[in-house]
């Protein structure tokens, strides 16, 4: 039970949506932009979220979008991981969105909320900072296509909200892998968790659970491609080399993700060398 009381709108259009919440933030209200809602209610239930007014995005057209439009897959903030998943439209997008939660939690949790997640995994992240996706974004001043890597680090401006994602077709039938390591399960927070395809030749990778934020390194990519080296070489190479701090807490220490991560890697790089 969420312990206060709060307002509920669900508009239908992307208009009505930000002069919603103009009007109620300039009334002094805390206004919350919603899709899936599963994290808000967690939150708010236990303290950690307080809100004066709810606006929920399902309603829009935009947020729901599940197609493929010219050249681009288009994903709607408001679709659920198990819609995408079962969709088959982007395979690496749904073979790693399907192992976030158990299918009941997939049903709820939408692309955008896993994205703009207070938790540091945000999985739904990695297919798209392979494929060089872009985010679409709504706000009160205009429209704003943003590189989707923008939303790891930077949080939307006040009033905005994430409309869309626009993935390249070009990307998204290459050969992939997908792997993930939990302390107990395959579905759960990851201790790695990884998405990996090979375009032009080359192996494109990025990880959640390694440290506090999802990530992709042009640095890591060159040492994995770097095909005059042993797979063993790589793998040890790409880790000293990361360039992130690698988390260490409840979950696993620093030197058991290390571990984890490079028995992934030599995976990786043997079953998507086979592909080429």
């Not at 969420?2 to 669900?10: A, K």
């Not at 896993?114 to 798209?128: K, Q, T, V």
């Not at 939990?182 to 998405?195: M, Q, W």
């Amino acid at each position: 039970m969420i312990p206060f009381n709060f307002e509920y709108f669900r508009p239908e259009t992307i208009e009505e949506a930000l002069d919603l919440y103009e009007a109620e933030w300039k009334l002094g209200k805390k206004v919350i932009f919603y899709s899936g809602g599963t994290e808000v209610i967690t939150f708010a239930r236990g303290g950690k979220l307080t809100m004066d007014v709810v606006i929920d995005l399902k309603g829009i057209p935009e947020c729901n979008t599940l197609a493929v439009e010219e050249d681009q897959l288009v994903i709607g903030s408001a679709v659920t991981l198990n819609d995408l998943a079962d969709s088959d439209l982007f395979p690496l997008a749904g073979e790693t969105v399907k192992k976030i939660a158990d299918h009941t939690s997939n049903n709820k949790i939408t692309v955008g909320g896993n994205l703009l997640s207070r938790l540091p995994y945000r999985e739904a992240m990695l297919p798209l900072l392979v494929t060089d996706a872009l985010a679409v974004t709504a706000g009160p001043k205009e429209k704003d296509i943003l590189p989707v890597e923008s939303l790891v680090k930077t949080d939307l401006p006040a009033g905005g909200f994430l409309t869309q994602i626009k993935v390249p077709l070009a990307y998204i039938q290459e050969p992939y892998l997908s792997l993930k390591r939990t302390r107990t399960s395959v579905i759960g927070y990851p201790i790695v968790s990884l998405a990996a395809l090979v375009a032009t030749g080359r192996i494109r990778i990025a990880f959640s659970g390694v440290s506090n934020l999802p990530f992709r390194s042009s640095v890591i990519e060159g040492i994995l491609n770097e095909s005059s080296l042993s797979v063993s070489e790589r793998v040890q190479k790409a880790i000293a080399k990361l360039p992130v701090q690698v988390m260490d807490d409840f979950l696993a220490s620093e030197e058991y993700r290390e571990y984890t991560l490079s028995t992934l890697l030599t995976e990786t790089i043997q079953r998507l060398e086979a592909s080429l």
